[in-house]
């Protein structure tokens, strides 16, 4: 299933991307938890989301983490949300950042998906808060 092939320079770009946006700790977990199944899975989120759309330069990471928690809200993506809402102490979107985007959720895409993450995000942030008291 594992293509033999080097790595790209998009992916190397999307690896140092991924990690100043997810965090080393993040990002290694993923890694040591790949198998061969998913391996292909995780090169091609890293060159094609990390090394290609997250790595342009058009928008700041505090810009993109906003609109990616917004779709990921949108779209009932709930762990990538509290992935992206944890991330959020890397890319420099505040709370009230992530307050607004998740309104512009509630009107454009139904207040049940605003609802929903926004508990997600509360309950983040409270393990946010406690990790950082700690």
């Given at each position: 299933m594992r293509?033999?092939?080097?790595?790209?320079?998009?992916?190397?770009?999307?690896?140092?991307?991924?990690?100043?946006?997810?965090?080393?700790?993040h990002v290694d977990r993923a890694e040591a938890a790949a198998s061969d199944f998913d391996r292909p899975f995780q090169e091609l989120?890293?060159?094609?989301?990390?090394?290609?759309?997250?790595?342009?330069p058009g928008l700041t990471k505090r810009e993109r983490s906003i609109v990616t928690i917004a779709l990921l809200a949108a779209l009932g993506q709930d762990e990538e949300v509290a992935m992206h809402v944890r991330a959020t102490a890397n890319t420099g979107a505040t709370r009230d950042d992530i307050c607004e985007a998740l309104l512009h959720v509630a009107i454009y895409a139904g207040v049940p998906a605003a609802n929903?993450?926004?508990k997600i995000a509360k309950k983040t942030y409270e393990q946010m808060d406690a990790e950082s008291a700690a």
């Open positions: 293509e033999t092939s080097a790595p790209s320079a998009r992916y190397h770009q999307g690896m140092a991307t991924r990690r100043a946006v997810l965090g080393d700790d989120i890293t060159e094609g989301a990390w090394g290609t759309v997250w790595s342009r929903h993450a926004i």
